[in-house]
């Protein structure tokens, strides 16, 4: 049975269509689900008891549920327990701007970053996309406020969990559904270019981050297995090809580990490889965890980096860090309860 909160409302159409209803009823289902946050079919009162009993029998309205949660300054970690007894996390923000969440794509990841806490535990399976919908929903009723913009940043990579990611995005999009502008949903991805080309066709206009975090192969093979089958040139021509498709702005994302890829001559590479791309330069502070051996750089050396591009007239900033005193910060999310 197919969960309510996975069907776009084009699917939810063709559905009361096929039943031999008037479509419009689709769109009264959405702005129960996600206007008026009804919690069953039986609350839908402006739509006919045979028709809710029809809905009670195609689909489930079942949450994922929050197991436990964790909150640092201006920071909460959700932990979820799935309907198989899986687990994902999801972060709450709070920025001057308002209140974004990282969403998890999949249970585990199979990319294996050697930096990244979330890759210990091999790919699971696929997140379905209620259950990435949902991580919002509650959220929301958790802290009894609006959702302003996603980042789906966290356990998984997205693009291997593609169509599922598509129908979240479209749900979370709709203007009847949670009503998220795209310009504030981004998707992360390691650098699947097959799908970032697939991507590029779509007809959104959210915000992709490329997580880079080398600025040449040497290093990235060594940091991330995908590079040995998508190379950083061919990532390089990937970027520079999506831009041109869909005129947007991406993110390049550079995690600072000390003596790995901190240094000047690193920071001259990135800036020799990103010349000339509509492309902004995300530094990350490293997050450590008490299972892997890489440390943070210091804040002379990040800022050093952060100078050489700056001179070489590369955007660059330095990401704010939030709740590494609750392993809620990037990498340092994972699949299971400990």
């Known amino acids: 049975m197919k969960n309510i909160y996975g069907i776009k409302r ?7 269509l096929s039943i031999n209803e008037k479509k419009f009823k689709a769109l009264q289902v959405f702005e129960w689900l996600y206007e008026k946050r009804a919690s069953s079919f039986d609350e839908m009162s402006n739509i006919k008891k045979d ?3 029809k809905l009670k029998a195609d689909f489930s309205t079942y949450l994922i ?4 949660k964790q909150e640092d ?3 909460k970690k959700y932990l979820f327990e799935l309907s198989d007894k899986n687990y994902v996390e999801a972060v709450l923000m709070e920025h001057d701007y308002g209140v974004s969440v990282c969403v998890s794509s999949e249970v585990g990841c199979n990319m294996g970053c050697a930096f990244c806490e979330s890759g210990r535990l091999k790919k699971v399976r696929n997140l379905e996309s209620y259950e990435m919908v949902e991580q919002i929903l509650l959220i929301e009723k958790d802290i009894s406020q609006r959702i302003s913009s996603v980042v789906v940043m966290g356990i998984g990579e997205p693009l291997d969990n593609y169509a599922n990611l598509m129908d979240f995005i479209k749900i979370i999009n709709d203007a009847k559904g949670i009503a998220i502008g795209a310009r504030h949903i981004t998707v992360s991805t390691c650098g699947l270019i097959p799908k970032i080309m697939s991507l590029s066709e779509e007809q959104f206009q959210i ?3 490329i997580s880079l975090h080398a600025p040449n192969n040497k290093i990235r093979n060594m940091l991330m297995p995908v590079n040995k089958v998508y190379s950083i040139e061919d990532l390089i021509t990937a970027i520079r090809e999506y831009i041109a498709r869909t005129n947007r702005r991406v993110t390049i994302e550079y995690v600072m580990l000390d003596s790995v890829n901190d240094s000047l001559e690193n920071a001259n590479e990135l800036a020799d490889l990103l010349h000339g791309l509509n492309v902004y330069v995300n530094l990350i502070p490293y997050n450590e965890t008490n299972h892997l051996e890489f440390k943070k750089s210091n804040k ?3 800022m050093k980096f952060y100078d050489v591009l700056k001179k070489r007239r590369i955007n660059v900033t330095i990401r ?3 709740g590494s005193k ?4 990037c990498g340092q999310l994972r699949s299971k309860e400990v």
């Not at 609750?326 to 910060?329: E, V």
């Open 207 to 209: 915000n992709l981050a």
């Open 10 to 16: 084009t699917d939810l159409e063709e559905y009361f």
């Open 300 to 302: 002379e050396t990040i």
């Open 65 to 68: 549920t929050i197991k436990r």
């Open 326 to 329: 609750i392993d809620a910060a």
């Open 51 to 53: 028709i809710r009993d």
């Open 320 to 322: 704010k860090e939030f």
């Open 73 to 75: 300054k201006l920071t």
